[in-house]
């Protein structure tokens, strides 16, 4: 492979990084400190970027995509990243969104895709339950055939941002009395719709970005079923694969790495400073390295998969970046040290006056944080079994 970029993409990236900088600096800063507003910051960046094109790039080219290759699209998420520009809503984006333009009527699109690359509506996703989180084929929220609607009851957990958003793509069993993955559809909710419940999960690290969902009696008209009945796993397999190509976050392990570097030669020692030790260098070595060989498998996966069928060795991205996202989290705390224990909060008066003391004091809740990223997206026992499977033929 060719790991040098050619004329053409350095071109190209000059032009993304002229439309990037249209994004609001304050918001930038905001993101890079770890002091995002939410919704407001998220709506606000995906809205500049859809306006120049740069929202939904991988969607068909109809609904706003962009015939580009696989290395265009890497070098978009790394200029974003190191823009310090928020990542698009993964719900809208890399999720429902190519889920509805593959599988979903020509109603469904018109009505939903052009508001989904906008975030006229926000999107969170209705998946996993509290039995059935990596099994995700063991769910148990049912939705039962009504006349024209179907009557949804259950259960969904870890609804991640869920209390932003308008609606939620869920999936429930239309079929008890077939094999567990044969029986599931996928359907699209308005979160307005009588007989849902949602609540506050509060995390480790204090904040409450999850929730759960509780569906009672809920009736969803039978039109904004995704696809067939009993085709939903067909449909969230397809959504896994592009969500698990994301999950690998290459340009924002980078970000952090050359956080932790900055921050260590900060830090001094009896022969210098933390970055002098060999010992620590060696350490960052070893990531760089180990993400380096995650990002050319990132983009053999990707261009792989240009066909839009699922390619199982995604798997394996999911895998080894949350591992790395979770070294490079646990390497800014080691280098924070004793200085991150105040964890409570950060002093001052807005994200340009973040300093070393600050990123100390994030470094602990965001390594907590990170914990989620080895679950969300099939967790990485899963992962492993698919590669297993799927990937070496076991």
């Known amino acids: 492979m060719q790991l040098e970029f050619s004329p053409e993409e350095q071109a190209f990236r000059a032009e993304i990084q002229t439309i990037l900088a249209k994004v609001p600096q304050d918001l930038r800063d905001r993101h890079a400190a770890g002091k995002m507003n939410y919704p407001e910051d998220i709506v606000t960046a995906c809205r500049v970027l859809n306006e120049h094109g740069l929202a939904v790039p991988h969607w068909p080219l ?31 984006h890399s999720m429902i969104g190519p889920v509805i333009a593959h599988f979903g009527s020509q109603e469904l699109k018109e009505r939903f895709l052009a508001k989904t690359a906008n975030v006229d509506i926000w999107w969170c996703q209705g998946f996993s339950e509290p039995e059935a989180g990596s099994d995700l084929a063991s769910l148990k929220t049912k939705a039962v055939r009504d006349g024209d609607h179907y009557v949804i009851n259950g259960q969904k957990t870890w609804t991640t941002l869920g209390q932003f958003a308008d609606w939620i793509f869920v999936l429930a069993r239309t079929n008890p009395d077939v094999k567990k993955q044969a ?107 180990d993400l380096l060989a995650l990002e050319v498998t990132q983009l053999r996966v990707v261009a792989s998969s240009a066909d839009g069928k699922p390619n199982p060795a995604s798997s394996l991205l999911k895998l080894r970046g949350s591992q790395l996202q979770q070294e490079a989290t646990e390497l800014l705390a080691d280098i924070a040290g004793p200085d991150s224990l105040p964890a409570l909060g950060i002093d001052g008066d807005g994200p340009a006056d973040i300093d070393a003391a600050d990123w100390a004091q994030l470094s602990v809740p965001q390594y907590l944080n990170y914990r989620k990223v080895s679950i969300y997206g099939g967790s990485n026992e899963v992962q492993r079994q698919i590669i297993e499977k799927a990937v070496l033929g076991l």
């Open 62 to 92: 109809e609904w706003g995509g962009k015939d580009w290759t696989p290395i265009q699209h890497h070098i978009l998420k790394e200029e974003m990243a190191l823009a310090h520009i928020p990542e698009t809503l993964a719900f809208n």
């Open 183 to 289: 029986g599931i559809s996928m359907f699209l909710v308005d979160l307005n719709t009588p007989g849902i419940q949602m609540r506050p999960i509060q995390l480790i690290d204090g904040g409450v970005e999850v929730n759960e969902v509780f569906f009672e009696d809920v009736r969803v008209p039978a039109e904004l079923m995704v696809g067939e009945e009993n085709s939903g796993w067909t449909q969230a397999k397809f959504l896994l694969g592009n969500e698990r190509v994301g999950i690998a976050r290459v340009a924002e392990t980078k970000v952090k790495l050359a956080k932790a570097k900055k921050l260590a030669g900060e830090v001094k020692t009896a022969t210098g400073t933390l970055l002098d030790d060999p010992q620590f260098s060696a350490r960052i070595a070893g990531l760089e390295n």
